[in-house]
Nanobody, 126 residues
Framework: QVQLVESGGGLVQAGGSLRLSCAAS????????MGWFRQAPGKEREFVATISRSGANTNYADSVKGRFTIFRDNAKNTVYLQMNSLKSEDTAIYYCAASSKVGYGLASRTGQYDYWGQGTQVTVSS
């Protein structure tokens, strides 16, 4: 069992930055690929970014590529999402998730994840 707790959300102006954190407790954090997803009102949850168990590999949604960076610190059991050049369309609840289903690979689909956090709200004002 893994518990995930996100933090770092808030209100920011367009063009600004935020860093989200996701702290994990429970079984060995480094045995999970991690991901960030988001869900805007009235829309389905969508993939944002994923990182492999070691942190060596990452993948991003086209909409955030070049603006967002996912990274992890396995010693601190934490995964981060650095968000720069934020746009109003980035407004959503952001969720982190842990996957035991992809080995040393990456996971970009919600069905590949075993555990989810409760989410943190990010609001970008234009």
């Amino acid at each position: 069992q893994v518990q995930l707790v996100e933090s770092g959300g808030g209100l920011v102006q367009a063009g600004g930055s935020l860093r989200l954190s996701c702290a994990a407790s429970g079984r060995a954090f480094s045995s999970y690929a991690m991901g960030w997803f988001r869900q805007a009102p009235g829309k389905e949850r969508e993939f944002v970014a994923t990182i492999s168990r070691s942190g060596a590999n990452t993948n991003y949604a086209d909409s955030v590529k070049g603006r967002f960076t996912i990274f992890r610190d396995n010693a601190k059991n934490t995964v981060y999402l650095q968000m720069n050049s934020l746009k109003s369309e980035d407004t959503a609840i952001y969720y982190c998730a842990a996957s035991s289903k992809v080995g040393y690979g990456l996971a970009s689909r919600t069905g590949q994840y075993d555990y989810w956090g409760q989410g943190t709200q990010v609001t970008v004002s234009s």
